[in-house]
């Protein structure tokens, strides 16, 4: 069998320092987990508002597998489509501020879902440089022409939508808050330039959902724009705590997707009882606004100080944070000696941030405390220190 000449591919990710383990957290409590044997303080995952754990989402996620089961046990259009799929739908639907919602598995098969379905050969999409991996792999899955812009920058894009008028449908596509630089898409210039040529401007709104905007509606709401012009895609696996996504739009667009959409189409409906915790975790959502007050409190207090010490945490605006070093060497060893010292954080590496930005990605959830940031603070600055990262070692 070949299966050996993969070999060589993983040898040059461990001398590049790119090699990937996947190392299993013994349990889980809160912001702590055990890794390796050793209790640490997780500043890595994606439970913005410490809904994860949530008890009432616990609940409600067992109630559902007792009422309805455990899986859907079909696709939606045969035998899988549920009351509380729809009832879910509906509720995202008023969340997001748009005529419907449909439910996919996941984000990355809600954007490959949506985006490559939309658009086809002979369509342009227009995609910022630092796009999630998920849009990158939709944009080329859909077989459509794919410029990139450069990031952010509008200008950039306005050159390109001004050269290749002749497209009849073209797609704007970014990140609502980019996953790994913890800045925003400049929206409302976006949307401006997406309206002046003719163009649909479509929203990941990963790390946003639950986050951005006074009610956490996401990006749109957090710059007062009426959701209704945009594509909104939402997951419910980020700071709702559990499972799944959804894409927030006008009704012919869902309608078009439960027609042609193959990722939800030929896939089993989300389970019943993500589909509960989803419905929950919108209620705790509304009922517990100090999650989110929280989440930026420390969010500003602890960019602030990173700033202070000398690290470079790029435009961040949001809970993520980078920490960027540079190589991928020193990144890896910085995470090490940081888990020696109680803090658990990933090295974010080549091909998932650009080569020479590799870094730390922090992110804050609700469910930190400020002792808790004080220590990963000081030992993220002795850290650097030692290693030369920052001034002062
Ligand atoms: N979009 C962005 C910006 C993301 O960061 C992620 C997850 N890392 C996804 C989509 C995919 O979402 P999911 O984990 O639900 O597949």
């Keep these: 069998m070949?299966?050996?000449?993969?070999?060589?591919?993983?040898?040059?990710?461990?001398?590049?320092?790119?090699?990937?383990?996947?190392?299993?957290?013994?349990?889980?409590?809160?912001?702590?987990?055990?890794?390796?044997?050793?209790?640490?303080?997780?500043?890595?995952?994606?439970d913005y508002l410490g809904l994860?754990?949530?008890?009432?989402?616990?609940?409600?996620?067992?109630?559902?597998?007792?009422?309805?089961?455990?899986?859907?046990?079909?696709?939606?259009?045969?035998?899988?489509?549920?009351?509380?799929?729809?009832?879910?739908?509906?509720?995202?639907?008023?969340?997001?501020?748009?005529?419907?919602?449909?439910?996919?598995s996941s984000g990355y098969q809600a954007n490959l879902g949506v985006i490559a379905t939309l658009m086809r050969e002979g369509d342009l999409i227009l995609s910022d440089a630092?796009?999630?991996?998920?849009?990158?792999?939709?944009?080329?899955?859909?077989?459509?022409?794919?410029?990139?812009?450069?990031?952010?920058?509008?200008?950039?894009?306005?050159?390109?939508?001004?050269?290749?008028?002749?497209?009849r449908r073209k797609l704007i596509v970014t990140d609502g808050v980019f996953s790994m630089d913890g800045d925003l898409a400049p929206l409302p210039g976006l949307l401006e330039l997406a309206a002046g040529y003719g163009a649909g401007l479509y929203v990941d709104d990963a790390h946003a959902t639950g986050v951005l905007g006074a009610a956490g509606r996401g990006a749109a709401e957090h710059f007062g724009l009426d959701p209704r012009r945009l594509l909104i895609m939402g997951t419910l696996s980020k700071a709702l705590g559990g499972f799944g996504a959804f894409l927030a739009g006008p009704e012919v667009v869902r309608s078009y997707l439960v027609n042609f959409s193959r990722p939800l189409l030929y896939t089993t409906a989300p389970p019943p009882p993500m589909v509960a915790v989803a419905l929950e975790a919108l209620e705790v959502l509304q009922e517990e606004p100090w999650r989110r007050q929280r989440l930026w409190e420390l969010t500003a207090w602890f960019r602030t100080e990173l700033r202070r010490a000398g690290f470079n945490t790029l435009d961040s605006e949001t809970p993520i944070i980078?920490?960027?070093?540079?190589?991928?060497?020193?990144?890896?060893?910085?995470?090490?000696?940081?888990?020696?010292?109680?803090?658990f954080l990933q090295a974010m590496r080549p091909p998932t941030v650009p080569p020479g930005s590799s870094r730390l990605r922090l992110s804050l959830t609700a469910a930190h405390t400020r002792e808790d940031l004080e220590r990963a603070l000081d030992a993220l600055v002795t850290a650097a220190k030692k290693l030369n990262l920052i001034p002062g070692g």
């Design 322 to 343: 980078p920490v960027v070093v540079g190589e991928a060497e020193p990144t890896l060893t910085l995470a090490g000696e940081l888990l020696r010292q109680g803090i």
């Design 2 to 46: 070949w299966w050996p000449e993969l070999e060589p591919e993983l040898a040059a990710r461990r001398t590049q320092g790119l090699y990937r383990t996947l190392v299993p957290l013994l349990a889980r409590q809160g912001p702590w987990v055990i890794l390796e044997g050793k209790k640490v303080l997780n500043l890595c995952s994606n």
């Design 130 to 167: 630092l796009n999630h991996a998920s849009l990158i792999d939709a944009c080329r899955l859909s077989r459509a022409r794919v410029l990139i812009y450069r990031h952010r920058d509008l200008n950039h894009l306005e050159d390109l939508l001004r050269a290749h008028r002749s497209y």
């Design 52 to 104: 994860a754990g949530h008890p009432r989402l616990a609940e409600a996620c067992a109630r559902a597998a007792r009422d309805w089961g455990a899986g859907a046990a079909a696709s939606r259009l045969v035998s899988g489509d549920l009351a509380l799929h729809e009832q879910l739908e509906d509720k995202l639907a008023r969340f997001k501020g748009t005529e419907t919602a449909l439910l996919y």
